[in-house]
């Protein structure tokens, strides 16, 4: 075989090999079909301050980009850490601004004019927190967007990994969106 065939035969294996191992890591989030998945590794591109190992698993309700839809921006988040992430609400504060202010400016047209996001979280207990985002919504409305959110961590004795889930969502706790949201459930059996 010569080396001019060679090559590009290697280049297009490697290339499948590629692309193979990165659909191997599945999203640990399981929802209804028509909700769209995303997984994410820290650090984090877009909020790389965030110092922790691990993966980031989405799950997005069918709405979610559609600014009248029922559903719009709420969504399931999942944090797989390998470190404990020693939650405070001072700390979910702080960590939520870094957050959406490095997501929302990563995909803006004009991240110097989005505004600082304001994070408020109370402890409910030791293992759950509920509190509000101030921010803004670069990748629809282009406009200021206040989501609610439920965070809840455990610790997985299986996999040794610390479980941190937001539910997210713009639409006032009482609303039927946060019972499609509590119906994503995570695929671990230490949970």
Not at 38 to 54: D, M, T
Not at 114 to 142: C, H, Q, R
């Amino acid at each position: 075989m010569n080396s001019a065939k060679t090559i590009p035969f290697f280049l297009i294996l490697f290339i499948f090999i590629q692309c193979n191992s990165e659909n191997t890591n599945k999203n640990k989030l399981s929802a209804p079909e028509s909700w769209r998945g995303e997984i994410l590794n820290f650090p984090l591109e877009f909020a790389n301050s965030l110092k922790y190992s691990g993966a980031e698993y989405i799950q997005f309700a069918p709405g979610w980009g559609t600014k009248d839809a029922e559903d719009y921006f709420s969504y399931v988040l999942l944090w797989e850490i390998n470190d404990n992430p020693n939650l405070s609400s001072k700390k979910l504060e702080h960590e939520m601004q870094v957050y959406f202010d490095g997501l929302m400016k990563e995909v803006s047209e004009t991240p110097d004019q989005i505004p600082d996001s304001k994070a408020f979280f109370e402890k409910v207990n030791d293992s759950l927190y509920i509190g509000k985002v101030i921010t803004f919504d670069a990748f629809t409305t282009n406009t200021p967007l206040s989501l609610n959110m439920i965070i809840a961590k455990s610790y997985c004795e299986k996999t040794k990994k610390h479980i941190v889930r937001f539910d997210v969502s713009p639409q006032l706790p009482k609303h039927p969106v946060w019972k499609k949201l509590k119906q994503v459930t995570i695929d671990e059996n230490c949970l």
